[in-house]
């Protein structure tokens, strides 16, 4: 198994395990994220494990301005995350954090964030055993905007 730089022959195989991530995202969506990803190669990277057989895993790492939990800047970022289930519990989750740390590192960076979806204990779990502790817990939400709004009471005061 090598962990090595994502390759543009492996555009394909990359967004194969992504959609084994994300399940519910559209392929169009999956594809356009990882467009931008390549375009902004400075604040972005993308390690991949490789097998004889093709890809087994992948982790996408960015550079943010900032991260919760986090007192530098810049913020090495671990965006995505997944090894093959016929690969896991093998070490290789634990090379593409090492890969995603080094890089970061090679860039100014003294720490690094990551994230993990509320219910999904198995990746919590993953990220305590390699080093990561948990700093705050949080609900997000979102609303869709409409015309509606720009009709609100907002005065405009006199200068």
């Not at 550079?63 to 289930?85: F, K, N, T």
Request: proline share 1%; charged share 30%.
């Amino acid at each position: 198994m090598e962990i090595l730089k994502l390759r543009s022959d492996e555009h394909d195989a990359w967004l194969t395990l992504r959609e084994l991530l994300w399940p519910g995202s559209t392929r169009e969506e999956l594809t356009r994220e990882q467009a931008e990803i390549i375009a902004d190669s400075q604040r972005n990277c993308v390690f991949v494990a490789a097998a004889e057989d093709g890809l087994v895993g992948f982790v996408e790492v960015s550079l943010r301005d900032w991260a919760e939990g986090c007192s530098s800047r810049p913020v090495g970022y671990i965006e995505a995350w997944y090894v093959d289930h016929a690969h896991r519990r093998r070490g290789i989750g634990r090379q593409l954090f090492e890969a995603a740390e080094a890089w970061a590192l090679s860039r100014g960076c003294t720490e690094m964030g990551s994230d993990a979806e509320f219910g999904n204990e198995v990746s919590q779990q993953a990220h305590r055993a390699l080093g990561y502790a948990e700093v705050l817990r949080i609900v997000l939400f979102s609303k869709r905007l409409d015309e509606s709004v720009l009709g609100s009471k907002v005065g405009n005061r006199a200068s």
